[in-house]
């Protein structure tokens, strides 16, 4: 087999590769909107990109290479209509949960919560230390300037700040910025 027969074979296996991720993400979408507290993040729209910007190179393209990425790509866009839905679905169960609820206040219970928002920002603070390291890894950058501990305070800065600007329709999220090669919280 030739390198051109090898690398169009490359091609394929890859995207066959992106098509079994996509129905793997979308069990992970699932099981995370059904249980928000113990299952990761699904990360999806990293994968959503990368698919909607991968692209055959025109010297290896045939006909099969196209129409498997051709259907791949429709694959990401109807999926991605249905993650889009199954999340506005699971976000007003949420709101509705939460209006149904009968709120309560008892002496002590401030002291409860604030324990209770730093052992799940524990968790989820180190879960972003990883993400941070991933990417980094991805975009090519071997050296991390920036300490566990002081990204662990950053993005606990960062959550409180946001956690008081967003409204409860918002949600806050992860962004990777290439300039400051640093993870970074916002509100989507």
């Known amino acids: 087999m030739n390198s ?18 996509v129905e793997e993400i979308d069990g992970k979408i699932r099981a995370y909107l059904a249980d928000r507290q113990n299952k990761p993040h699904p990360r999806h729209v990293d994968l959503i990109e990368k698919i909607q910007g991968y692209r055959v190179d025109p010297s290896i393209s045939t006909k099969l290479l ?4 051709d259907n791949l790509q429709w694959k990401v866009y109807y999926n991605k209509r249905a993650w889009k839905q199954l999340w506005d679905n699971a976000e007003a169960q949420r709101r509705k949960e939460k209006s149904n609820t009968a709120p309560y206040t008892e002496s002590g219970s401030a002291d409860n919560d604030e324990d209770m928002v ?71």
């Not at 490359?10 to 079994?20: D, F, K, N, P």
């Not at 196209?66 to 990425?69: A, C, E, G, P, R």
């Not at 989820?124 to 991390?144: A, H, N």
Request: overall charge positive.
């Open 66 to 69: 196209v129409t498997m990425l």
């Open 118 to 188: 730093h052992s799940k920002a524990q968790y989820s603070v180190d879960t972003l230390w990883e993400i941070q390291k991933e990417k980094l890894r991805v975009y090519g950058y071997s050296e991390v300037k920036e300490t566990k501990t002081a990204f662990k305070k950053r993005m606990i800065q960062e959550y409180k700040k946001l956690s008081q600007d967003k409204n409860e329709t918002q949600e806050i999220i992860l962004i990777f910025d290439k300039d400051s090669k640093h993870c970074k919280l916002d509100i989507k």
């Open 4 to 21: 051109l027969d090898q690398r169009r074979k490359q091609v394929a296996v890859e995207i066959e590769l992106l098509s079994r991720q």
